[in-house]
């Protein structure tokens, strides 16, 4: 007898397609710009031990860990509400936000958000309990900042989002860092219920939130018709874009030029003057920004000049702090 060959069962493609890759990972996270975090944490743990002669590096990783997973969560929170939000659907929706790009699943791009959100609440009580338990309102308005950026009042569309961002990251996270290193364990080193400590982290700090105040209103001045066709009426939307542009060359200016004080009152090292001296480089990366607004070319060059003081200022603030013998 010949022999029988067994059937060939032929399997279809699966409906399920692993959406979840590294790439769109990267993507909808957004985690090309979560470097720049370090700088925050560099800057914090620089101010305290120069200023209050306190760090503690156990917590400043805790921290560090949990700031990085905090803004993908936001970054990814922020992309489901954008695209479920959207007004012009066939061509935001579909062709700019980044779900409709990569065709993410919605609902599977929330619950990676969720599942982000609660890592970070664990590292949250875990930092309470190595730091001291106020640190909880610093989270609070962490918290409250990303989510009413997304969803609720939607602070990204409206005069109040480009200040609420540009201070709870550029002040708010380094005050953190400073507060985490000067309460270790319970105990408190440094009384940040005193107006003059705030007020001189504050100060300090200027030349970073002045740089995140850029970032939200140069974005915010190249996306104003896209914003405008998605009903987000921002700061740049009442200002208008010639006196936003005027504002964001002010901030470019005086947020290098407060080294200045900041040194004379020895509140900061003589080595951050050295961000003065890229005023002519952040000049001339951001000029062509100065003339048109485009996202996808001129706020590139405007990101470019405002990433160097955001670096250069805490490495040379951590810099001097190393080699400072006050």
């Keep these: 007898m010949r022999s029988m060959k067994k059937p060939t069962i032929k399997v ?3 409906m399920y397609t692993k959406w979840l890759t590294w790439k769109n990972f ?28 306190q760090i503690s590096i156990r917590n400043t990783i805790v921290g560090l860990i949990l700031m ?30 980044t779900i409709g790009k990569l065709h993410l699943p919605v609902k599977g791009v929330m619950r990676l958000a969720i ?7 664990v590292l949250g009580i875990v930092l309470m309990d190595i730091s001291h338990w106020p640190v909880i309102f610093f989270g609070l308005i962490g918290y ?22 540009g201070m709870s990251i550029g002040f708010v996270i380094p005050a953190t860092v400073v507060y985490i290193n000067t309460h270790i364990n319970g105990q408190i080193l440094v009384n ?13 700090t200027v030349p970073l939130w002045s740089v995140m105040l850029i970032g939200s209103f140069g ?53 951050t003057l050295i961000t003065i001296l890229l005023l002519p480089v952040i000049w001339k990366l951001s000029a062509p920004f100065w003339r048109e607004q485009i996202k996808q070319t001129t706020f590139k060059g405007l990101f470019k000049a405002i990433s160097l003081p955001l670096m250069v200022y805490p490495v040379t603030y951590f810099i001097g702090m190393l ?4």
């Design 192 to 204: 940040f219920s005193q107006p003059h400590v705030l007020l001189s982290i504050l100060l300090a």
């Design 323 to 326: 080699i400072s013998h006050k």
């Design 26 to 53: 990267a993507a909808v996270a957004e985690i090309s710009h979560a470097p720049l975090n370090i700088f925050w944490f560099i800057f914090g743990l620089a101010f305290a031990q120069f200023n209050f002669h």
């Design 144 to 165: 409250f900042v990303a989510i009413q950026y997304s969803i609720g009042l939607r602070l990204n569309g409206t005069p109040f989002g480009e200040i609420a961002t």
């Design 115 to 121: 599942m982000m959100y609660l890592i970070t609440f």
């Design 219 to 271: 974005n915010n001045t190249a996306d104003l018709r896209e914003d405008i066709a998605n009903g987000r009426k921002t700061l740049v939307f009442y200002l208008g874009k010639p006196v936003a542009v005027r504002l964001i060359q002010f901030l470019l200016i005086v947020g290098p030029l407060t080294t200045i004080p900041l040194v004379l009152e020895d509140k900061a090292p003589w080595l």
């Design 68 to 97: 990085l997973i905090f803004d993908g969560a936001t970054n990814v929170f922020n992309n489901v509400m954008d695209y479920q939000k959207a007004r012009d659907t066939e061509g935001y929706q579909k062709h700019t936000s």
């Design 12 to 14: 279809g493609k699966s």
